[in-house]
């Protein structure tokens, strides 16, 4: 199995503030279709996780232009700039190329 | 507006059995693959099983393989998880979720979720 190992494990940052994540799979994900099925959710505070970013650096409807997604083979990062209080949360990197598709363990989001 | 409303949660002893249901609605079901990821309390998400816009196909880790099913009914709009031979640490709340026209693609709609609870 793709082993996904995301760091930091949690991070604190001022509003208006700029995060990273860092997110490495233990094995490539790029598909033999030239596609790297990497993926970040969001989980906030008692909510079911939504998707942020898809394929590496695709946001999905409706995202902010303040989350961007970078990356290839097996390192990635999520970035998310001029943070905001509704960006705290758990933040999760998931990989679709490799089954069975898992998941990274989290990243937890404070706000200072 | 696309909407995912799993039922069927509750708690349920060892060894016994359970299905869970998730009513979709808001885009063409028949088009999608979906799937099931679960979230034991205050842990991290675990894909459980996806299948094909058909059925036809499905998907799970070594972990439920051979006691979940997964199973969906297009007419319907309705996805299914039928777990047997349910243990302690299967307790966990179930996602239903849209994953898209292939199983490579991302899991863009969650519901909000239905918790199972395996305990004597």
């Known amino acids: 199995d793709v082993v996904m190992t995301q760091t930091p494990v949690s991070l604190s940052v001022s509003l208006g503030g700029q995060v990273s994540i860092s997110c490495r799979s233990s094995?490539?994900?790029?598909?033999?279709?030239?596609?790297?099925?990497l993926s970040w959710y969001l989980q906030k505070p008692g909510q079911s996780p939504q998707l942020l970013i898809y394929?590496?650096?695709n946001r999905f409807s409706g995202i902010s232009d303040r989350f961007s997604g970078s990356g290839s083979g097996t390192d990635f990062t999520l970035k998310i700039s001029r943070v905001e209080p509704d960006d705290l949360g758990v933040y999760y990197c998931?990989?679709?190329?490799?089954?069975?598709?898992?998941f990274g363990s989290g990243t937890k989001l404070e706000i200072k | 507006e696309v909407q995912l409303v799993e039922s069927g949660g509750g708690l349920v002893q060892p060894g016994r059995s359970l299905k869970l249901s998730c009513a979709a609605s808001?885009?063409?079901?028949?088009?999608?693959?979906m799937a099931w990821v679960r979230q034991a309390p205050k842990k991290g998400l675990e894909w459980v099983a996806t299948?094909?816009?058909?059925?036809?196909?499905?998907y799970y880790p070594d972990s439920v393989k051979g006691r979940f099913t997964i199973s969906r009914d297009n007419a319907k709009s309705s996805l299914y998880l039928q777990m047997n031979s349910l243990k302690s640490e299967d307790t966990a709340t179930y996602y239903c979720?849209?994953?898209?026209?292939?199983?490579?693609?991302?899991?863009?709609?969650w519901g909000q979720g239905v918790m199972v609870t395996v305990s004597s």
């Open positions: 394929k590496v650096s």
């Open positions: 299948i094909s816009t058909s059925g036809s196909r499905t």
């Open positions: 808001g885009f063409t079901f028949s088009n999608y693959y």
């Open positions: 094995q490539s994900l790029v598909h033999n279709n030239g596609n790297t099925y």
């Open positions: 998931g990989q679709g190329t490799q089954y069975p598709f898992t």
């Open positions: 979720a849209r994953q898209g026209s292939d199983r490579y693609k991302p899991l863009d709609y």
